[in-house]
């Protein structure tokens, strides 16, 4: 699934680059989509640059409807960034369109491009180096749902339909362990029974959802730390990119991601379960951060949920590895016959101590909730 030259210089040509750019070179770590900056010459004989980049449809299967997603949320930032007396070239992703005027351009297999302003003087981390980070990173991606508040969320398209319905997740599972095709089910009894027991706990989130409890959001749903660019010389996050996944969703959802492999000690795949821990220091970083943004325009109750977020998503994330286990690997790569299940295992460790913790977990969201 490499790229062509050939779908490489079309794309370049559909946005209007063509012979005019100095150069380009792949560019980031992004393990999902294919990125390069464009460099193009000014007039004042400086460079200037965008992103080019090819998206997966492997995972996006409606690239249209991504771009409509995107085009409706950068645009209505740039406004709320102006507002704000901020600098919308900088503090958000702009699409630009190619030359015909499509929010993309499909190539000769099929394949959609899409292109970016390229944000300048930024920095991108792959794993929190300093506690400070992962406090930025709370308080961006709060930011980011604050700008969008009053952005009408149900207008947005469900690109991946139930990607947080931990209660359909949960029936997936159930029927991934009837079937049970590669009779693995008595290698993880243990593991399995973990799941069964929380079958009330699925439903916590998507009831009151349901019920509407809790109200829909403009939800990020890839809130990793590589999916902020910091600024290079305040070191303060600075833009929030990779919006292909931009969802109508809860804000639950998005804190526990983040908290789910932020607050966590090892690797997702790491085998001593020994070195697996939930840190609740960590936590408490992020859910300094995140209030600090978000503690205006979250309803009570929103906030109330931000520790089921925790525990949920990381319940769920665990239910994935465990069922595409039991369904032979189909979903998630993996390098050794067991390691769906050594990821599923570390996930039920942390929800395991969260759960433990979680008095604890809400205490520290009132702590940031006060005035
Ligand atoms: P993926 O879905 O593959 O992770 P991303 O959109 O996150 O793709 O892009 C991959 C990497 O490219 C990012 O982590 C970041 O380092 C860099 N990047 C993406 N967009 C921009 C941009 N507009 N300006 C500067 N760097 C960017
Ligand atoms: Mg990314
Ligand atoms: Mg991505």
Aim: charged share 25%.
């Amino acid at each position: 699934d490499g790229v062509s030259s050939r779908d490489l210089e079309d794309a370049l040509y559909a946005f209007g680059f063509g012979l005019q750019c100095s150069y380009v070179k792949p560019f980031g770590e992004g393990h999902i989509n294919e990125t390069y900056a464009v460099y193009m010459p000014t007039e004042d004989g400086d460079e200037f640059a965008y992103i080019l980049q090819r998206v997966n449809n492997n995972v996006f299967k409606d690239p249209a409807g991504v771009m409509e997603n995107i085009f409706g949320v950068t645009e209505y930032l740039r406004n709320v960034i102006r507002e704000e007396g901020g600098d919308p070239d900088r503090e958000t992703l702009s699409c630009i369109k190619t030359k015909t005027g499509c929010t993309y351009f499909e190539d000769s297999e099929g394949q959609p491009w899409r292109c970016y302003n390229y944000i300048p003087n930024s920095v991108c981390y792959q794993l929190v180096e300093e506690p400070e980070q992962f406090y930025q990173s709370g308080n961006s991606f709060g930011h980011f749902l604050k700008q969008l508040g009053n952005y009408p969320a149900s207008s947005l398209k469900e690109t991946i339909p139930d990607f947080h319905n931990t209660v359909k997740r949960f029936g997936n599972f159930q029927r991934a362990l009837h079937r049970d095709i590669k009779n693995r089910a008595v290698t993880c009894r243990g593991e399995i029974s973990f799941v069964l027991e929380r079958e009330q706990d699925c439903g916590v989130l998507v009831q009151q959802q349901e019920e509407g409890i809790l109200p829909l959001r403009v939800t990020h749903n890839d809130t990793k730390l590589n999916n902020i660019l910091f600024d290079a010389d305040t070191g303060k996050g600075l833009c929030i990119i990779d919006l292909d996944t931009i969802m109508p969703g809860l804000a639950a959802n998005d804190f526990g991601d983040s908290i789910r492999f932020g607050a966590a000690t090892a690797e997702e795949d790491e085998q001593n379960l020994d070195l697996v821990h939930f840190d609740i220091s960590l936590y408490e970083l992020y859910v300094k951060g995140y209030l600090e943004a978000t503690k205006d325009v979250l309803t009570p109750e929103e906030v109330e949920s931000l520790p089921w977020g925790a525990r949920l998503m990381t319940l769920e994330c665990g239910m994935r590895f465990l069922t595409d286990y039991l369904e032979g690997d189909t979903y998630f790569k993996t390098a050794y016959p067991e390691h769906n299940l050594v990821r599923a295992r570390t996930q039920f460790r942390l929800v395991d101590e969260m759960e433990q913790q979680f008095d604890r977990m809400k205490e520290i969201v009132k702590k940031y909730c006060q005035n």
